[in-house]
């Protein structure tokens, strides 16, 4: 185990985590609606040297699949425009899924990756907040090869 701090940290250790996989490889992401994509966007922002084809699979819905896009003055974003999911190098699973108010069952994710893996495995990336998958027991379920698991703390001051 190894611990990071910040934003710097989460993505770093994210980029660090899919640094054997060669430029040009596709890279799924699934995420709950809303909550998931910006950290799924950040994430594509700190890969965005990597010429990687990344799409973005609202919950574990393929027919819903889109391309994740670098956009001139705003940074990567999900845009309305359907991308294939299938045979991923890497499927990046984020935590918002295991939320019961905004994901999926984690059986709804394994059909996913049966799915959309074909003939290969890809590597599979959990990434989450405060130890969701834990708490949800994911972490048995989900055959993850690493599981980024980030903690935030909020302070206010007036």
Same mark, same amino acid.
């Given at each position: 185990?190894?611990?990071?701090?910040?934003?710097?940290?989460?993505?770093?250790?994210?980029?660090?985590?899919?640094?054997?996989?060669?430029?040009?490889?596709?890279? +799924?992401?699934?995420?709950?609606? &809303?909550?998931?994509? /910006?950290?799924?966007? =950040?994430?594509?922002?700190?890969?965005?040297?990597?010429?990687?084809?990344?799409?973005?699979? /609202?919950?574990?819905?393929?027919?819903?699949?889109? !391309?994740?896009?670098?956009?001139?003055?705003?940074?990567?974003?999900?845009?309305?425009?359907?991308?294939? /999911?299938?045979?991923?190098?890497? =499927?990046? +699973? =984020?935590?918002? =899924?295991?939320?019961?108010?905004?994901?999926?069952?984690?059986?709804?994710?394994?059909?996913?990756? !049966?799915?959309?893996?074909?003939?290969?495995? /890809?590597?599979?990336?959990? $990434?989450?907040?405060?130890?969701?998958?834990?708490?949800?027991?994911?972490? &048995?379920?989900?055959?993850?090869? $690493?599981?980024?698991?980030?903690?935030?703390?909020?302070?206010?001051?007036?």
């Amino acid at each position: 185990m190894e611990k990071k701090s910040g934003i710097i940290g989460f993505t770093g250790a994210f980029r660090e985590s899919i640094k054997e996989i060669e430029n040009g490889s596709t890279i +799924v992401f699934a995420g709950s609606i &809303a909550v998931c994509t /910006p950290f799924i966007e =950040l994430l594509a922002y700190a890969i965005r040297d990597k010429d990687f084809k990344m799409v973005y699979v /609202p919950k574990s819905d393929i027919n819903e699949a889109k !391309e994740i896009q670098e956009v001139q003055n705003i940074g990567f974003s999900v845009v309305n425009q359907y991308a294939d /999911p299938k045979n991923p190098d890497v =499927l990046v +699973v =984020l935590g918002g =899924l295991a939320m019961p108010k905004f994901g999926c069952s984690p059986d709804e994710v394994l059909n996913m990756i !049966e799915e959309i893996s074909g003939g290969k495995k /890809p590597k599979i990336i959990g $990434v989450c907040f405060m130890g969701i998958f834990d708490k949800a027991g994911w972490n &048995a379920k989900i055959p993850f090869d $690493v599981v980024l698991d980030t903690s935030m703390e909020t302070i206010v001051t007036k």
